[in-house]
């Protein structure tokens, strides 16, 4: 289908028909914050055969593309308004698959609470790529982000770590596991309603995509500190913790894997009581894990308080 | 290189080190527009064989890749702020490469006054796609849009028509003319300075990216009205012209291939003098070719006002 039809049958109805974005009947959005109100813009881009097989449903594509960018916002503690959505596919690609990918679109802008303000729809020789760039807004003068950490500060982290990695590991044949662990690196769940609290209560924050240890790392040395890492501490599922089974590789592939997409946060003694009640405010689980300290780079500490070492920290995408 | 030496050695140059981009230090850009404006933001992507062959010199890709964003802009009197850039790169792209890339951004963000605000870089299999979302702002409640455009208004182009669509025919060997064409093609130059002046004076306005018939087609179903354009008056350029030599099917050529990024612009009557002042201000050469009536669709007339087949201008962009 060209490119008119597509926009106007499949992607114009994710749209607003009223301002920022006309149902896609302009080339550009336009919007104006509420008062009071900073806009955060985050971009993301997955390929085919590097970020997904290509043989997903392809709304679970699209969810994941969506829910990728949403948690960036979640980190800055911002809610999301709309996105744009570049994508360059085949021209062999067919309309059902493109209206099952907007269909999880759908499905997660009304859960998420955003809409599809625009994009570019381009055609290629190679493999699928989208592109999405969120804008949501949080409060004016209230920004949270990784180089605020300050020595003192104590280290959380939400959800469980890992389950990403080790689903990856199964889905390859490498282990046998729960599908639960499949599940969520296939979608991913953005800690958006715990976002919102960290601008008032939090010095740093990052979500992490990269790896726990590796995500740390940009905290580190964007704040110019050193992050200490309880290995004892961090949060496993049932699930995880079955497939680990002990097994020191495994677990320090869940710690280094990526894609978790769980929330990094340090945040001062004085504000740990209010974080912990904002975490059961907003069902969310909260672990603390470290401590912040003087110095620079991330230390994975056994039981005996000794420095592990963890050579795979340093990898980025576990699927790049 | 790895992701993070590629932003750090690359890229971050390209980025202020304060708000809102923090020279990419984090993985969203914060971004609170002046009191009173409202935010513009558009995108497009670009597609190696498909919007460039990939033998360019690096620079110019990313330069007609910010341009034909900025002409989105330009077409909305907004002015250009901030950019996220994503790149899907084969793990081959060479340091050299991209510096050249990047240098190309740094030249045109540089003159056309905005700044590389974020975005994404992963690797690929296939050809290289770039992705890139511009944020520009104008004044809050002075849009000028597709969808503005009634009848009695006056139909006004920018610069000229065709040079683009010959320039690929001379790089095809398909016919033989001036390097001026060519360049056009390869290096468009938007209209920034004139579009500020459309919100006050234009009813509606589009920038010529899929060729003139096919965006006057546009406007004219998004207005609901129909669209006069007189053949004879469209502007052509003296390397155009000696190109086309008399041949009335080059001639449809120029008028509906594209990637002209000129401006097409309906004004209502009371306008008109102040739209020509306006643009002699700016140094815009502009042409009348035509009128809004009542009705649906667009019409080429000839010198007696018959109706001219145009059956090519349906395409989409010419190198799709």
Redesign the interface.
Known sequence: M???DLIRDVFAPLSPSGA?A?SL?????????APG???????????E???FTGDEPPGRIARKLLRVNLS??A??G?KPCGY?L???IPASTGKQWLQEFADGLRRDQEGFGCAL???????????K?F?L?L?GERK?GA?V???GAKAGDKLYVTGTIGDAALGLKILRGEIAGDSSLVARLELPTPRMAFGTGLPDLAHAA??ISDGLLADAGHLAR?SHVRIDIQASEVPLSPAAERAIAGNSELLLSALTGGDDYELLVTVPEKNVVALTEFAEETATPLTAIGDVRDGSGVCLLDDQGRSMDYKRAGF??FQ?
Do not use: Y
């Open positions: 060209n490119e008119f920022p006309f009947k302009d080339d550009a959005a336009h919007f104006t914050p109100q900073t806009l955060v813009i985050t971009n993301d881009m997955m390929v055969a590097v970020h960036d916002l980190a800055k911002a744009l570049a994508m360059a303000w625009g994009g570019d729809s381009v055609s290629t020789s190679g493999p790529v592109s760039t804008i004016e920004g982000h990784r180089g990052i979500d964007e980025e995408h790049e």
